[in-house]
């Protein structure tokens, strides 16, 4: 269940490797069960893997056509922030994509994907809002390093410079190991290490360091079968889960995550998990002791997708409605969302083009109701080539 001791370490994993990624963007589509693969790489049939290449559904959904549109580094999500209720699948998370195919799967296998993206098809519509100004800059090299630089400025919340540095095999088409670094003059460290201990596993360590010490450290190993996933994901000595997923049909998977608390038994959790997802519309819900998280997505034209997310935590008595749509060409993409706290929020992500740089700029918008303040951003992302 998403909570809030998870939240931290999850909006640092989103933003690690915003910048290290051109966003790649295509036709949105609901269906989950065709592109299984997450931040986590899916161990299908590798396929040559560009620049790496942001997945809509954060992996479960179709590939997307080439854009350089992308959301600034280090910006904060806000009206695209989830786990207000508590409720949800922990580890749900949004990294690095790099998507592989089954090469020697049995005919008639069924593959479900990870179970902590099992309503991405929803949840990717929301517009990841941000303020103040941004600029990123990351350079290809000829050989597997890749160096970026990142200055933001807001007054909300930590802005300033900050150095980046990844490192990911060219010559291996499923790109692991992979290894993304981000460095603040301050002192403040964060990284990211992937690898594939075997074709059908993955490993991920994710840390974080500030004032000399290790302030959050995530472990997450996920396991791929023919017809079901397996991950155990584990958080600061705090709690550890594991979570299931089995395709029952190609539209149909059900699954389960058991949350285990060393310090805070009461917290601990049980939920079943359910999806159906066909070509134009996806419905998935997580119900468990501590809450209801219930996702609809529907693709209504080739450009067009709309999404509806119901959140409802039982331990604090709230629940949480919001409605989301996005529109995309090939060029350009908005995002636009409205939840029943008041939070109106939209982006506008646009490519610039370039010769030897690919550019990009991002302006986002968010207007809270209750508290009536207004909020805007602007980003400019290049990649020099």
């Known amino acids: 269940m998403n909570n809030n001791s998870t939240n931290q370490s999850t909006k640092f994993s989103l933003s690690l490797c915003n910048l290290f990624r051109l966003g790649i963007f295509e036709t949105l589509y609901a269906k989950s069960n065709s592109n299984p693969g997450s931040g986590s790489s899916s161990p299908r049939k590798p396929v040559p893997c ?27 999500c806000t009206a695209g922030d989830r786990g207000k209720t508590g409720a949800g699948v922990t580890g749900s998370r949004t990294g690095r994509i790099c998507e592989k195919d089954a090469d020697s799967l049995p005919k008639g296998a069924i593959y479900p994907g990870l179970l902590r993206h099992i309503h991405n098809a929803a949840r990717y519509r929301l517009p990841q809002c941000f303020e103040g100004a941004c600029v990123s800059v990351k350079q290809n090299s000829k050989n597997n390093w890749i160096l970026g630089h990142s200055i933001s400025f807001s007054s909300v919340s930590p802005g300033g410079y900050k150095v980046l540095l990844s490192y990911v095999d060219k010559s291996k088409p499923s790109a692991l190991p992979y290894f993304v670094m981000e460095a603040a003059p301050g002192g403040q460290m964060s990284c990211e290490v992937r690898v594939g201990p075997s074709q059908g596993t993955r ?3 994710v840390a974080q360091i500030a004032d000399a010490e290790l302030y959050s450290f995530e472990s997450i190993l996920d396991a791929y079968f023919d017809s079901f996933t397996t991950s155990i994901i584990a958080v600061n000595r705090e709690f550890i889960a594991v979570h299931y997923l089995q395709a029952i049909t190609e539209q149909l998977s059900l699954g389960a995550e058991i949350v285990a608390r060393g310090h ?21 819900a997580t119900l468990g002791n501590r809450g209801l998280d219930l996702c609809y997505a529907k693709a209504i034209k080739p450009y067009l997708t709309v999404a509806a997310m119901l959140e409802v935590g039982f331990a604090i008595r709230r629940a949480v409605a919001t409605l989301a749509y996005e529109w995309r060409t090939e060029e350009w993409t908005v995002r636009g969302s409205a939840d029943s706290d008041g939070l109106v929020g939209a982006t506008l992500q646009r490519a610039l083009g370039g010769k030897r740089a690919q550019l990009a700029c991002a302006i986002s918008a968010l207007l809270n109701h209750p508290n009536d303040k207004f909020r805007l951003g602007f980003g400019v992302t290049a990649a020099i080539i």
């Open 264 to 284: 805070t038994a009461e917290l601990s959790s049980a939920s079943g998990a359910g999806r159906w997802a066909v070509e134009d519309h996806s419905i998935s």
């Open 50 to 76: 560009p620049p790496p290449s942001d997945k809509s559904g954060a992996g479960d959904a179709p590939q997307r056509k080439k854009c350089t549109c992308n959301v600034p580094e280090g910006t904060k």
């Open 203 to 205: 490993a991920t360590v």
